[in-house]
C-alpha cells in the first residue's frame, strides 16, 4: 500500500538557519503530493502541495519539489524564523477512484532565537 | 467564512461514558474524516464518509460510530468500548473523494478520560 516516510524530529535550528525536511513516498502511478503544517493545538493546515512530477510547490518562503526519480518530496525553506516552530506532515494522495489521504508521521521543528 | 468547526474545543469524559463530538462544514464539500492524534504521533484515520448517508470505516474504527445525515455535519461518538479514548481528534473535509485535492482540517478536540 502507500506510504509516507518522514525524518525524524524533533529538528531544532537557530534563527535564519537553512531547513530541510526530507520526505519518501512509495505509492503506485502519480499521486499529489502535500506538505501540511500543525501548530501547537490547532489543526493542520496546508502549506504547499505538488500535482506531477518536477512541479514545485511554495508558500510562506517554503518549497518543496516533486521528484519522481527518487520519489521524494523534501521540504525547505532558507531562513527559518521562531515563528515557523511548528510539526510538519508530509502527504500523498492518488487520482483514480476512491482514495484516502496516507500522512507521514510527522516532524517536529523548534526554531530558536 | 467558509471553513470546518469542531465543538468543543477540550472535553472531559468519565470512563463508561460516550461522548459525542461535533464536526460541522460550510465548504459543501463531498467528503468528511475523522483522525485520531496521539501526542508525538501522526494521524491514524478513524472513519470516512464519501458522501451524505454513507460512509466507511478507516484503520482503528473500533469503539468508535459516525453519522452523515446531513452534508454539512459528520459527528463523532467515542463508546465506552474505546479503550483508550484520551487523544487529540481532527475532523477534516475534502471538495471530492477522488481526485489529488487536499482536506481541509478543522482545529481540532482534545478528549480526556478521566
Known amino acids: 500500500g502507500d506510504s509516507v516516510t518522514q525524518m525524524e524530529g524533533p529538528v531544532t535550528l537557530s534563527e535564519e538557519a537553512f531547513l530541510t525536511i526530507n520526505c519518501t513516498y512509495t505509492?503506485?502511478?502519480?499521486?499529489?503530493l502535500f506538505w501540511y503544517v500543525q501548530y501547537p493545538g490547532e489543526g493542520l493546515q496546508l502549506l504547499l502541495k505538488?500535482?506531477?512530477?518536477?512541479d514545485k510547490g511554495s508558500n510562506k518562503g517554503f518549497e518543496a519539489t516533486y521528484r519522481k526519480e527518487t520519489t521524494s518530496f523534501h521540504l525547505e525553506k532558507g531562513s527559518v524564523q521562531v515563528s515557523d516552530s511548528a510539526v510538519y506532515f508530509c502527504?500523498?494522495?492518488?487520482?483514480?477512484?476512491?482514495?484516502?489521504?496516507?500522512f507521514g508521521t510527522g516532524t517536529k521543528l523548534q526554531v530558536i532565537p | 467564512d467558509g471553513g470546518i468547526t469542531q465543538s468543543p474545543k477540550y472535553l472531559f469524559r468519565k470512563e463508561g461514558q460516550n461522548v459525542t463530538l461535533s464536526c460541522e462544514q460550510n465548504?459543501?464539500?463531498?467528503?468528511m474524516y475523522w483522525y485520531r492524534q496521539d501526542p508525538g504521533q501522526g494521524l491514524r484515520l478513524i472513519y470516512y464518509?464519501?458522501?451524505?448517508?454513507?460512509?466507511q470505516k478507516g484503520d482503528i474504527a473500533e469503539g468508535y460510530s459516525v453519522s452523515r445525515e446531513k452534508k454539512e455535519s459528520f459527528p463523532l461518538t467515542v463508546t465506552s468500548a474505546q479503550k483508550n479514548p484520551t487523544a487529540f481528534y481532527l475532523c477534516?473535509?475534502?471538495?471530492?473523494?477522488?481526485?489529488?485535492?487536499?482536506?481541509?482540517f478543522g482545529p481540532g478536540t482534545r478528549l480526556t478520560v478521566l
Open positions: 505538488a500535482t506531477k512530477a518536477d
Open positions: 464518509s464519501q458522501i451524505v448517508n454513507d460512509f
Open positions: 465548504l459543501n464539500h463531498d467528503a
Open positions: 502527504a500523498l494522495t492518488r487520482s483514480g477512484g476512491y482514495q484516502k489521504v496516507t
Open positions: 505509492a503506485t502511478g502519480y499521486p499529489s
Open positions: 477534516a473535509s475534502r471538495p471530492h473523494p477522488q481526485g489529488n485535492n487536499e482536506q481541509f
